[in-house]
């Protein structure tokens, strides 16, 4: 029996990266594996993704996945700038872009804001774990208050919720999810990578080394034993017949992706409509009153116009234009600086 390959004839192994230099056990490797078996599944080819980080121990995971792609690690904060840039210049790339909650949260939140603003078309998948991993462990913005890591006292600062900032600000794709929840973690990646549009998915992916202690509200024990999920998740790609895919009891709502794929949100409790902004700031408030972590999709919203259309750019990619389209005669030049003279 030969080697499985997805739809574009190509093994899993085409999507893999180099060995992991990072903790044993850390929630970073699960989210590279979540992320190789996400592009794979959704048949990307890998030579159409460009990989954008900033620095930090989230930002190195790039390395460990799609070794066969584009990649740009960028100063620390200055990761969405510059794929902006990149997205300018070559709108056909599919942008995949790891930051963590020191690089979103703290140096790079103007640029994450700006951003979700502007809503740029890229997949932004951050790796929080409520840490300075790479700098021995200091309380990040996204540490809960009142939380405490291994030998520190407790952190008296209230922590930043990005889940609740992108929704606030508009953000058409908000989801969080938990590293050690890998069915839904892929679901939800897949999904990403499948909308037109901004789509933030805040994973939270314990610290073995500085934050993984029973007092912390972002180690994997505690995650694992508070969490509350909105709905169990499955995505179905547009190329597989909606009738094979197995629904269990109870109701679902199938929500459409751009290029005609499905993310099913299964509900467990009370139904989640993810169209409501104020009900998924509910959610996120609730779960925060009691000190838990929801997860699944928060919010979502299909249509929003793309930074490439609202800049009214042409069909081909700016890079690809040739010299006589980039280039005006001196006749249109002249013309268009005239209108500026007094």
Same mark, same amino acid.
């Given at each position: 029996?030969?080697?499985?390959?997805?739809?574009?004839?190509?093994?899993?192994?085409?999507?893999?990266?180099?060995?992991?230099?990072?903790?044993?056990?850390?929630?970073?490797?699960?989210?590279?594996?979540?992320?190789?078996?996400?592009?794979?599944?959704? *048949?990307?080819?890998?030579?159409?993704? /460009?990989?954008?980080?900033?620095?930090?121990?989230?930002?190195?995971?790039? /390395?460990?996945?799609? #070794?066969?792609?584009? &990649?740009?690690?960028?100063?620390? &904060?200055?990761?969405?700038? +510059?794929?902006?840039? /990149?997205?300018?210049?070559?709108?056909?790339?599919?942008?995949?872009?790891?930051?963590?909650?020191?690089?979103?949260?703290?140096?790079?939140?103007?640029?994450?804001?700006? *951003?979700?603003?502007?809503?740029?078309?890229?997949?932004?998948?951050?790796?929080?774990?409520?840490?300075? &991993?790479?700098?021995?462990?200091?309380?990040?913005?996204?540490?809960?208050?009142?939380?405490?890591?291994?030998? #520190?006292?407790?952190? +008296?600062?209230?922590?930043?919720?990005?889940?609740?900032?992108?929704?606030?600000?508009?953000?058409?794709? +908000? /989801?969080?999810?938990?590293?050690?929840?890998?069915?839904?973690?892929?679901?939800?990646?897949?999904?990403?990578?499948?909308?037109?549009?901004?789509?933030?998915?805040?994973?939270? #992916?314990?610290?073995?080394?500085?934050?993984?202690?029973?007092?912390?509200?972002?180690?994997?024990?505690?995650?694992?034993?508070?969490?509350?999920?909105?709905?169990?998740?499955?995505?179905?790609?547009?190329?597989?017949?909606?009738?094979?895919?197995?629904?269990?009891?109870?109701?679902?709502?199938?929500?459409?992706?751009?290029?005609?794929?499905?993310?099913?949100?299964?509900?467990?409790?009370?139904?989640?409509?993810?169209?409501?902004?104020?009900?998924?700031?509910?959610?996120?408030?609730?779960?925060?009153?009691?000190?838990?972590?929801?997860?699944?999709?928060?919010?979502?919203?299909?249509?929003? *116009?793309?930074?490439?259309?609202?800049?009214?750019?042409?069909?081909?990619?700016?890079?690809?234009?040739?010299?006589?389209?980039?280039?005006? #005669?001196?006749?249109?030049?002249?013309?268009?600086?005239?209108?500026?003279?007094?």
């Amino acid at each position: 029996m030969g080697e499985k390959v997805n739809k574009i004839n190509l093994p899993l192994d085409d999507y893999r990266g180099g060995k992991s230099t990072l903790c044993p056990g850390c929630g970073h490797d699960a989210v590279s594996s979540v992320i190789m078996n996400a592009a794979w599944h959704n *048949a990307i080819e890998p030579a159409s993704i /460009a990989k954008m980080s900033g620095i930090g121990c989230s930002s190195k995971t790039p /390395a460990y996945f799609l #070794s066969q792609s584009h &990649g740009f690690n960028t100063a620390h &904060g200055r990761m969405p700038s +510059v794929t902006t840039g /990149a997205n300018m210049a070559n709108k056909n790339l599919n942008f995949l872009a790891v930051s963590g909650d020191g690089d979103t949260a703290s140096i790079g939140i103007g640029q994450f804001i700006h *951003a979700i603003r502007r809503n740029l078309n890229m997949l932004y998948i951050i790796e929080n774990n409520g840490v300075y &991993g790479l700098t021995k462990g200091q309380y990040s913005a996204t540490a809960e208050e009142g939380s405490q890591k291994r030998k #520190s006292t407790p952190n +008296v600062m209230k922590e930043i919720d990005l889940c609740a900032m992108a929704i606030n600000l508009g953000c058409s794709f +908000v /989801a969080r999810s938990f590293s050690g929840s890998r069915k839904q973690l892929t679901a939800l990646v897949r999904a990403g990578m499948s909308h037109r549009g901004m789509a933030i998915i805040d994973v939270i #992916s314990p610290c073995v080394t500085f934050n993984n202690n029973e007092e912390s509200l972002k180690s994997y024990g505690y995650v694992k034993s508070n969490d509350t999920e909105l709905h169990t998740i499955d995505f179905i790609p547009h190329f597989n017949p909606i009738e094979d895919v197995e629904v269990p009891s109870g109701g679902y709502k199938d929500v459409q992706m751009h290029d005609g794929s499905f993310i099913r949100l299964e509900t467990i409790s009370e139904e989640h409509d993810v169209s409501d902004r104020v009900m998924a700031l509910e959610a996120i408030h609730k779960a925060d009153v009691d000190n838990k972590h929801v997860t699944g999709l928060l919010y979502f919203e299909k249509g929003m *116009a793309t930074l490439d259309e609202t800049e009214n750019l042409v069909e081909t990619p700016l890079c690809d234009l040739p010299d006589e389209m980039m280039r005006p #005669s001196k006749e249109s030049l002249e013309k268009l600086l005239t209108n500026f003279r007094i």
